[in-house]
């Protein structure tokens, strides 16, 4: 029996529809069961006040759509928008300046979904590069280090 040693996945655009109409990429279908992909990795860089895509509005329209267990799904968070205004969120634009536990709740939250196996963070320079640290990005971290050691 060989083994497969590979995974294969995506990290689409965490708002469905415009995987369809902007990038062509059938993610429904590929979640429907394990012929394309080994698991998906959704950008979902959305606040829980966002007025247009809501954290939790999106990764539950993500969950409905995956329908084999075969497929994982891990949520690409936006960390990078830790302690920054997010002009595209409308009546959520300061709740990334206001609050330094969006990415710990979006974990926890996050650790409901079926075929749920982790999370990544994006970007790199906001996490490890003390000069791309805003007011809250310290906080931001150790409140995220309580809920994933």
């Known amino acids: 029996c060989l083994e497969k040693k590979v995974k294969f996945g995506i990290a689409p655009d965490g708002y469905i529809d415009n995987n369809y109409q902007k990038h062509y990429a059938d993610v429904k279908r590929w979640m429907k069961d394990n012929t394309y992909i080994d698991f998906i990795m959704p950008q979902v860089y959305y606040g829980f006040y966002n ?13 409905t759509y995956l329908e084999t267990e075969k497929v994982d799904l891990y949520i690409a968070l936006a960390f990078y928008k830790v302690g920054r205004e997010d ?63």
């Open 51 to 63: 007025s247009t895509k809501a954290y939790v509005k999106v990764i539950k329209e993500w969950e």
């Open 87 to 149: 002009f595209y969120a409308k009546a959520g634009r300061n709740e990334w300046l206001e609050n330094d536990n969006i990415i710990m709740r979006e974990v926890l939250l996050s650790r409901n979904l079926k075929n749920y196996k982790g999370f990544s963070l994006f970007r790199y320079d906001n996490l490890f590069k003390t000069n791309h640290f805003t007011n809250t990005s310290q906080m931001e971290i150790e409140n995220l280090q309580k809920v994933i050691k």
